[in-house]
């Protein structure tokens, strides 16, 4: 383990990180550290695995009549890879290839789907992100004609969108 170098930091940046490394010590939890790393956001976004599944987000577009989760296990998992945790990503560019009818269009709506609902969870996006708020956040849904973008994936995402509470 490399020795931590506290002398760069204010004051305030040394009283927070001995208050946390107290706090790690005496209860293997910090209070502290959760506060810092939720003081942006408005409400604190759910995981992937609870976006999936409960009803209140995508868990009425993903089950079927009988309540069979429809969506892959495969993808299920990859979801988690990519969200490992409820406010981080993994990858900043994912491209889904592979033959007709696996769930690219699938993921890769859930995917934008996510990322929506955790940018709609920040008090300020645009200070979050380091944008001006003039700017305009976009969020873009690609295939590889505007067919497949409109008729496949947007139609897919509007249809998630409506079932979810």
């Not at 946390?20 to 502290?32: A, F, P, R, V």
């Not at 609870?50 to 009803?55: A, I, P, V």
């Not at 033959?99 to 690219?104: E, F, N, V």
């Not at 955790?118 to 305009?136: H, S, T």
Request: net charge negative.
């Amino acid at each position: 383990m490399s020795n931590i170098d506290l002398k760069n930091l204010t004051e305030q940046e040394r009283k927070a990180v001995l208050e946390i490394l107290k706090e790690y010590s005496d209860t293997g939890n910090s209070t502290s550290l959760s506060s810092l790393m939720y003081e942006d956001w408005d409400e604190i976004p759910v995981d992937i695995t609870t976006f999936l599944h409960n009803r209140k987000y995508l868990g009425n577009a993903l089950y079927d009549q009988e309540g069979k989760f429809t969506l892959f296990p495969y993808w299920e998992e990859k979801l988690k890879d990519i969200f490992p945790t409820n406010t981080t990503t993994k990858y900043n560019t994912i491209i889904f290839t592979g033959a007709i009818g696996l769930g690219k269009s699938t993921i890769a709506v859930i995917c934008l789907l996510y990322l929506l609902y955790r940018l709609l969870c920040l008090k300020d996006p645009y200070l979050y992100y380091g944008m001006q708020p003039i700017d305009k956040i976009t969020i873009s849904l690609m295939n590889i004609t505007i067919e497949n973008a409109k008729g496949v994936a947007l139609d897919k995402m509007n249809q998630m969108i409506l079932s979810s509470e």
